[in-house]
């Protein structure tokens, strides 16, 4: 199955696929690849001078990413049911907590789960944290008032599927609140041309194999607009991540010289200009309808 990738999940007999992008085609990850991952390393690890600095981990995350706190809509959750899929260090899960909201938060790392029950203890909050996978969420539906997932569901073999159970534990009238990467971005095509062009990769493939664990997929705008198909009122907004403009701290893959070049000289004013539709960030605000008529189904193609 040449130029054509269709993304849902692996099965030992044969793959399953879902939403067609542009590129070769190659098994998902299986999820204990992905939690050995996020156990290795669980998001914002490198912005942890010492274990316990959480509090300097969120200042540089909400410095780097300001637009998060008015996307999840922290400041209005008083009283609300939230459930954040996927809370990594739970930077964004302290702030829910915070702000008066009854919140649940899941991820499939436990090492992430550790880090984020850590913070809320020295904080003085008291958490409700679960091992959890988010394509087959352990919550009855209609539960919640706010789906909450910020960069996780593009890591997952069955992006739809999260999607779905989303969907499936919203209450009727009640808000997703998702991000997901965009295909194409500056970010993808920096990997592109430093790792794939040479080796006739698209940046899709480049993407899926080297940007954060493995198997992470991008959307455009018309693929979002599909997955979200079963929900009212979709709005996607675009933004830049700090890795299109070279941001953020580089990883430990990109600590050369040459690297170190790239971060000082990158040209992030004009980038700012011209690039917004390079964005690598997608912002997704959908309602789950007052009166749904069936429980929606992932797309899956044989």
Sequence with gaps: MWGVHKFVLYSRQRLIYSLPVACTASPPPLKDELAAFWNSEPCGTRYLAEKSEFAAQARTRYQLEPYISDFAGFASARGLRVLEIGVGMGADYEQWLKAGAIVTGVDLSKASLEQAQRRCELA???????????????????????????????????????????????????????????????????????????????????????????????????????????????????????????????????????????????????????????????????????????????????
């Design 124 to 302: 003085g909050l008291t958490p409700d944290l679960q091992l959890a996978d988010a394509e087959n969420l352990p919550f009855a539906s209609n539960s919640f008032d706010v789906a909450y997932s910020y960069g996780v569901m593009h890591h997952s073999p069955n992006t739809s599927k999260c999607l779905s159970e989303a969907w499936r534990v919203l209450k009727p009238g009640g808000e997703a609140r998702i991000m997901l990467y965009h295909h194409a971005s500056l970010t993808g095509i920096m990997l592109w041309l430093r790792f794939g062009i040479w080796r006739m990769q698209s940046i899709r493939q480049c993407v899926y194999q080297r940007l954060e664990s493995p198997g992470t997929k991008t959307f455009t705008r018309d693929e979002v607009s599909v997955l979200m198909r079963d929900f009212e009122n979709v709005s996607i907004d675009q933004v830049f991540s700090p890795g299109d403009l070279l941001l953020h701290r580089p990883s430990a893959k990109f600590i050369g010289l040459g690297y170190q070049l790239l971060w000082k000289i990158f040209p992030r004013t004009l980038v700012r200009k011209l690039g917004q539709k390079w964005g690598l960030f997608l912002l997704i605000r959908a309602t789950k309808p007052q009166s749904p008529t069936e429980f929606p189904k992932p797309l899956i193609h044989s």
